[in-house]
């Protein structure tokens, strides 16, 4: 079972702005990224629910790529800036696109769509405006599906999702139900097309389908986007038939002949052979023309038929068009212009705490409620203590809120009102509103957190799925699942509890069986029994990941030894805690976060219950009888540990350390620039280890 092992080991890269990330969290930061694109990306493309706005997802966009700017070099494969939608899921036939079908970057302002046509300008070598004018075209950016069309011979053969970018879903007999589909081209085509477009539901068809819905009992769909794709990809065409989608076409893939020289003329093209094509688009000549197009458009946005979401400006000139080509998954000729979010003005009535699962504690604002573009609103995000008070935003205060998407909204600011006396400025808690701990915010940290870990009910059910989780106590049968349904049913609230729960307590609830119960409480029973690391680890606390769990059990040794010296630790400046932060790598930061844990009686208590219940392993090395006896010579410098701090390590795992290479020698260990005891460790045929290798050993790797 695959299960959840959190390893707070260090900050939180999430966190972080791009600038402050080091090399090692961007490279995680990247990582994280990556997934979570792919799945947002998934669930955008295929699914019918998205998880995110539109908004938050060109955030982590903007993010990912404002990180790759910093780190080029850790550009990963499968970097969500080379990706677009994603992969199709099955059910239906996959389709290779001829021409990828690409994405597009965004801009939300005048100076950075100017940026944008600079760009251009400069990668044709085109000197300044007045030498050279760039023709844009403008056309409302659909809020649909775009999908592809291929004519052979001037007759409609197929049509597919847009999929990762190369490989689709052949949706086609779905699009045949399309009224706006032409079966066959009008006039002159070229001997083979593709041709690219939105698919989309008018408003009015959505609210319609919706209600249809609702009467049948059915579930709704959250905006007409996500109905379009669910009627696009549905795997019987005659229900697909009875939503009636809409198409407008606005661009164009292989063509086995030029269609014209323009993309103006193309369009006019499109129009000639039948298809319908946006009639807002306009030829504009300049970023003035465009800054004042985006904000006709936007006036008129909220009562054209359909979703827009912002203007794209395509470079007319098909031929600067070919020269300008592609970046990543984005053309250099092209660029989509977003609208800001829709924005309104309602009163703060309170402000409430909200505990995470990993303790953060996040501010809501509850709002007297209020329509923003059609949706009702009620509460918005505070994001944190500082966002309160650098808004200094008060209950009873008027604020302006923004929405965008189906997003949670945000409060953008305070509307000042005149003769109106203000209430108190908000003072954020400093206890924990679900358990009554100390709330705390680390040095350097935004998010205010709860200490009471072990004992917090907004955190217990993380904490115990990753107490039970396999690198710590490892108790197989007791999965995410259970956890929450025992949680949920009063019988584990702590995790001492765990090992006092009783084969009774299971019978008859659903889905155990007496087999079930005996191999769970077998795991259970088999827990008992844990070695020192991997109690430190199940613990759960901030920054204590495996290997600094590791580090404490070595240092310490055994369970009495370490509970005593956290305890004393939690004073500061006391000899325990000064000799807690110098244990190499483990430092101060570590130390405050286990000083902060012990420092709370609830987690004493509920420690001290737990350990009572088990049998805590001291920490023996594992690997000593490997180096028990051995004579192990360092030469080189080593880039990752000094020297003494290698020598103890070889010694604490029980070898001997010496200077020079001899007949007696078991093992070298060359850093950089070893030199003649590394020949000399060659002429003996001694064992040799480089500081990774030696890392391993150690057992420090990471
Ligand atoms: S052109 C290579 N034109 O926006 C350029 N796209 O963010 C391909 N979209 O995948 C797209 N209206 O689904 C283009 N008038 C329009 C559009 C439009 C909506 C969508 C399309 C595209 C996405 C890119």
Redesign the pocket.
């Known amino acids: 079972m695959a299960r959840k092992a959190a390893t707070p080991d260090a900050r939180d890269p999430a966190s972080i702005g791009p600038d402050e990330l080091n090399e090692t969290e961007a490279a995680a930061e990247l990582a994280r990224l990556a997934a979570l694109l792919a799945r947002l990306g998934r669930a955008y493309h295929g699914g019918d629910a998205p998880e995110v706005d539109d908004a938050e997802y060109d955030a982590l966009v903007r993010r990912n790529e404002a990180i790759e700017r910093r780190f080029p070099d850790l550009v990963r494969a499968d970097t969500p800036s080379a990706r677009?939608g994603a992969a199709p899921e099955g059910g239906f036939a996959k389709h290779a696109h001829l021409v990828p079908?690409?994405?597009?970057d965004?801009v939300f302002d005048r100076a950075e769509f100017e940026a944008f046509a600079a760009r251009a300008r400069r990668f044709l070598g085109l000197k300044d405006e007045a030498d050279t004018r760039l023709r844009f075209v403008a056309?409302?950016?659909?809020?649909?599906?775009?999908i592809s069309l291929t004519y052979q011979d001037g007759r409609f053969i197929g049509g597919a999702t847009?999929g990762d970018g190369t490989t689709g879903e052949d949706v086609t007999e779905n699009l045949r139900t399309l009224r706006g589909l032409p079966e066959r081209l009008s006039g002159d085509a070229p001997g083979l097309i593709e041709i690219?477009g939105?698919v989309f539901l008018r408003k009015a068809d959505f609210l319609a389908l919706n209600q249809h819905q609702a009467e049948a009992g059915q579930r709704l769909f959250a905006n007409p986007r996500n109905a379009a794709a669910g009627a696009l990809r549905q795997l019987d065409a005659s229900v697909t038939a009875a939503r009636p989608l809409s198409l407008?076409a606005?661009?164009q893939g292989r063509s086995s002949e030029p269609v014209a020289d323009t993309h103006s003329d193309y369009l006019d093209r499109l129009r000639g052979w039948g298809f319908s094509v946006?009639p807002l688009s306009q030829v504009l000549e300049s970023a003035e023309a465009a800054e004042r197009f985006q904000a006709d458009l936007a006036l008129q946005r909220s009562s054209l038929e359909y979703d827009i979401d912002g203007v794209?400006y395509?470079i007319d000139d098909l031929g600067l068009q070919e020269r300008l080509g592609f970046v990543g998954r984005?053309?250099r000729w092209?660029v989509?212009w977003k609208f800001p979010a829709e924005q309104a003005i309602t009163r703060l009535e309170e402000i409430r705490i909200q505990v995470g699962r990993t303790g953060a504690l996040t501010p809501v604002a509850v709002l007297e409620p209020v329509n923003v573009g059609g949706v009702l609103v009620t509460r918005a995000t505070l994001h944190n203590a500082d966002e309160i008070a650098r808004k200094d935003v008060r209950p009873g205060d008027r604020v302006q809120l923004q929405r965008a998407g189906d997003v949670i909204p945000q409060i953008l600011g305070r509307v000042p009102e005149e003769g109106v006396e203000r209430g108190e400025p908000y003072v954020f808690p400093d206890h924990c509103p679900a358990c009554g701990s100390k709330a705390v915010r680390a040095e350097g940290e935004v998010v205010v957190r709860c200490t009471g870990g072990l004992v917090c009910p907004a955190q217990t059910v993380e904490r115990l799925i990753h107490l039970v989780s396999r690198p710590a106590f490892d108790i197989d049968g007791l999965g995410d699942k259970s956890i929450q349904e025992f949680h949920e049913a009063g019988l584990i609230r702590t995790p001492a509890d765990i090992f006092r729960l009783r084969p009774e307590d299971l019978e008859g609830r659903e889905g155990w069986k007496e087999t079930s119960i005996n191999r769970l409480m077998r795991a259970i029973e088999a827990a008992r029994t844990i070695p020192l690391a991997r109690f430190i680890f199940g613990l759960g606390i901030r920054r204590i990941g495996e290997t600094n769990a590791r580090l404490l059990a070595r240092h310490y040794g055994s369970y009495a030894a370490w509970r005593e010296q956290m305890q004393a630790a939690t004073t500061v400046g006391s000899d325990e805690r000064l000799a807690l932060g110098s244990i190499s790598r483990v430092g101060t930061a570590i130390a405050d976060e286990l000083a902060t844990f012990f420092a709370e009686a609830h987690n004493r208590a509920a420690l001290d219950e737990l350990a009572g219940l088990l049998t805590i392993e001291d920490e023996v090395a594992p690997e000593s009888a490997a180096l028990a006896g051995k004579t192990i010579v360092f030469t080189g410098t080593l880039t990752t540990m000094t020297r003494p701090e290698a020598k103890a390590m070889a010694e604490r795992l029980g070898a001997k350390v010496t200077d020079s290479v001899s007949q007696k020698t078991d093992l070298v260990v060359l850093g950089t620039d070893a030199g003649s005891k590394a020949k000399k460790a060659a002429a003996l045929g001694i064992a040799t280890l480089d500081e990774a290798g030696w890392r391993e050993l150690a057992g420090v790797a990471e």
């Open positions: 677009v079908m690409l994405s597009l965004n056309e409302p950016k659909i809020d649909g599906l775009s847009r690219r939105e407008f606005y661009a946006n794209v395509k984005a053309p092209a989509a």
